[in-house]
């Protein structure tokens, strides 16, 4: 298994409280992503990355802010959750960009609830 | 943009038989075709993939998925189902999401149910 940790796993804020998430690699690849998973959705794309300091919005970025500061750790920020920000997080890295068929390795998921 | 459809939200089938999960995605250019699995509480981990050649793709505990052009069909299949298969599967398309960019666009899955 891909060596990915998320911490929390689990979390229960209230709305307008801010949430940071972070996502730890040990496999040193250059390319790592936040998604959410909701029911009847299947995963959107928050945020990804394709280098220390270098992130470009995904599908659903709205109410997120992501840094990377170092290879291995990715960080996902609430700024001021809302009750819409619901979900389950996985974080996920791959070596190379999607645009060459490279697999994805995803994290165990961080189950966020916002009050 | 790119999409993803797999028909069926649900799917249940019997103790040794066929599993067919279907998938068709839209893409304006050769895309790259992914099946993931997740097995509940966890994340998602790769069951098979295409990016170029042989278009009938074997992946891990006996699926397989073939991918036809003509159709834009990424189906996937095994024999016999076994109760362990019991899960959510997603298919995923990497495509161009613009300014020289690739995304992966996953479809909202398809819960697979095995009855004994």
């Known amino acids: 298994d891909a060596g990915i940790t998320q911490s929390p796993r689990h979390k229960v804020t209230e709305t307008g409280t801010p949430v940071t998430l972070r996502c730890h690699q040990t496999e040193n690849h250059r390319y790592m992503y936040w998604y959410r998973q909701d029911p009847g959705h299947g995963l959107r794309l928050i945020h990804y990355s394709y280098g220390v300091k270098d992130t470009d919005k995904g599908e659903v970025s709205d109410g997120y802010s992501v840094s990377r500061s170092k290879t291995e750790d990715f960080l996902l920020t609430l700024e001021s959750a809302t009750s819409s920000q619901t979900s389950v997080y996985f974080c996920a890295i791959s070596e190379s960009p999607p645009g060459v068929g490279d697999t994805q390795y995803f994290g165990p998921g961080t189950r966020l609830t916002v009050l | 943009a790119q999409s993803v459809t797999q028909l069926g939200s649900h799917v249940s089938v019997s103790e040794g038989a066929l599993v067919l999960l279907r998938c068709n995605y839209s893409?304006?250019?050769?895309?790259?075709l992914f099946w993931y699995v997740q097995y509940p509480n966890q994340g998602l981990q790769l069951l098979l993939k295409?990016?170029?050649?042989?278009?009938l793709v074997k992946g891990i505990n006996g699926f397989e998925a073939e991918f036809k052009k003509s159709e834009t069909s990424f189906h996937l299949t095994k024999p016999s189902a076994h109760m362990s298969d019991a899960a959510e599967y997603f298919c995923?398309?990497?495509?161009?999401?613009?300014?020289?960019?690739?995304?992966?666009?996953f479809g909202k899955g398809t819960k697979l149910s095995v009855i004994p």
């Open positions: 295409y990016t170029t050649g042989a278009t």
């Open positions: 893409s304006s250019v050769p895309p790259y």
């Open positions: 995923a398309v990497s495509s161009p999401s613009g300014a020289g960019s690739y995304q992966l666009t």
